[in-house]
């Protein structure tokens, strides 16, 4: 592999952990055996570790080394980072296919608005797409794009990964992403579209993404059936 830096060696092992080459509660190799592996400084190793224990990946035992505490029961999302749907079922090695139901231009009213937090007068793609995980369909996705940001969206195109066209095509650049989890119950559109395998709730994320200009350009709200997700963040105590 050459010489790593400390990012490089975190992703490898990020992908080995994912991929359960480490079991839960099993511990990885040493400093010593991963600097050897990579061919460079144990600092280097400290730090890769350090982004693990960041996001949830492992913990440092004292006396022991480092454990994994990942788990792969569930499909999960990093409620703290900036991760479009398709980044995180990729991570959790789950096949996926995205259906798009609705999709129409519209211009943000009174009510609007207030639900989206959006401009009165906002022009926006209004698009309505289905999640299907593995075959059983357990996201509904409503988005809201501003049309001046996200610019000539298709329906092809919000059937792939619309955060990829926004940054790799028009070159637009995603900084800030506020999200709010509440529990609703399942609504006409939910209960048509949605395996709710007999729940009658959702777990909703509502987002709220900015650009570098700091221009709100979308609002979505994300429908997941309650049992098949799980949404967590990492946070190390400090004394």
Request: with cysteine; hydrophobic share 40%; glycine share 4%.
């Amino acid at each position: 592999m050459g010489k790593a830096v400390y990012h490089d060696i975190y992703l490898e092992l990020k992908k080995e952990i994912e991929e359960e080459q480490y079991a839960f509660k099993e511990m990885l190799p040493t400093e010593h055996a991963l600097a050897s592996r990579f061919h460079c400084s144990r600092n280097t190793v400290r730090r890769a570790i350090s982004e693990l224990v960041k996001v949830g990946y492992v913990q440092s035992v004292r006396g022991k080394g480092v454990m994994v505490i990942h788990q792969h029961t569930s499909i999960e999302f990093m409620f703290g980072g900036v991760e479009s749907m398709k980044e995180s079922l990729t991570r959790n090695h789950k096949t996926f296919q995205t259906k798009v139901v609705h999709f129409e231009e519209l211009t943000i009213d009174a009510t609007l608005a207030e639900k989206t937090m959006l401009p009165i007068g906002t022009e926006v793609f209004y698009i309505k797409r289905l999640r299907l995980v593995e075959e059983e369909a357990l996201i509904f996705d409503i988005n809201y794009f501003d049309r001046k940001v996200v610019r000539n969206l298709t329906p092809e195109k919000a059937a792939q990964s619309i955060y990829e066209y926004i940054e790799d095509e028009l070159h637009v650049k995603i900084v800030t992403s506020k999200r709010y989890i509440v529990v609703e119950k399942a609504l006409q559109d939910d209960k048509k579209h949605l395996d709710l395998a007999g729940y009658d709730c959702l777990a909703v994320v509502k987002n709220y993404a900015y650009d570098a200009d700091g221009t709100m350009f979308e609002y979505t709200e994300s429908r997941h059936r309650p049992d098949r997700f799980v949404f967590f963040d990492s946070a190390q105590r400090l004394k």
